[in-house]
């Protein structure tokens, strides 16, 4: 199953630099779009989300932008912080909403900030 | 914050046992949700959970498994006769619903790590 796919296994970024996490999906029926932050060990925490019907969400030091007809969305992150050093996973809501609106995930995107 | 909890943090069992899983969702939460993460792949779905009955679940969800909401408050996962490949980690999520702010957004638990011996 590759709806959700992160082809970027890895980033590297210097601290107070931007980071720019990328994710591709295959089905026009998503209408919802998470981001999520995971430690080792932890479970994934909610970051941020866009709505179908939107093409940018911001809040803080986090965006994330839509372009629908590309089927691709990004995360940046300004200033990146040494915090900020995690897997980032890329989510989308499939299923109608009175099914449960079930998340399928990306492989994740593990992000490296240097001091 | 209100956050989801599950227990135990890990659970080591043998082929063919029963396990139990036990989440406790956000209070007011009315949706729930299982995913599950074996060693090194995506996070997957399992099954969604609304108003005491299986709203969707996924071709991993076999008649091995089933869950439950006993009490107000609980939601459990049950693996009947586990096997090797069930050893993964396990999320438990919660979300608001519609009509609410930040309907979509589900809220996850620290995980239970399963191993099968």
């Known amino acids: 199953d590759q709806q959700v796919k992160q082809n970027s296994p890895s980033l590297s970024v210097q601290e107070g630099r931007i980071s720019i996490l990328n994710c591709d999906y295959t089905n026009s029926m998503f209408d919802y779009f998470l981001w999520y932050k995971k430690y080792p060990a932890e479970g994934p925490t909610f970051l941020i989300s866009?709505?179908?019907?939107?093409d940018k969400n911001e809040d803080g030091r986090f965006t994330v932008f839509l372009n629908k007809s590309a089927k691709h969305l990004s995360l940046h992150i300004v200033p990146s912080q040494p915090g900020d050093s995690a897997v980032y996973f890329c989510a989308a809501r499939g299923g109608f909403y009175n099914q449960g609106g079930k998340l399928i995930f990306g492989q994740g995107t593990e992000l490296s900030v240097k001091p | 914050e209100p956050e989801v909890t599950q227990t135990p943090s890990h659970q080591v069992t043998q082929m063919g046992q029963e396990v139990i899983l036990r989440c406790v969702p956000i209070?007011?939460?009315?949706?729930f949700y299982w995913y599950r993460q074996i060693l090194g792949q995506k996070v997957e779905f399992l099954v969604s959970f609304y108003n005491n009955e299986i709203s969707e679940k996924s071709e991993i969800f076999d008649d091995q498994f089933s869950v439950e909401r006993p009490d107000g408050s609980n939601f459990t996962l049950k693996i009947r006769s586990t096997k090797l490949e069930d050893s993964a980690m396990y999320f438990c999520a919660s979300n608001a619903g519609q009509g609410v702010l930040k309907a979509y957004e589900q809220y996850f638990g620290p995980g239970t790590r399963l191993t099968v011996t």
């Open positions: 209070s007011n939460h009315l949706y």
């Open positions: 866009i709505s179908s019907i939107k």
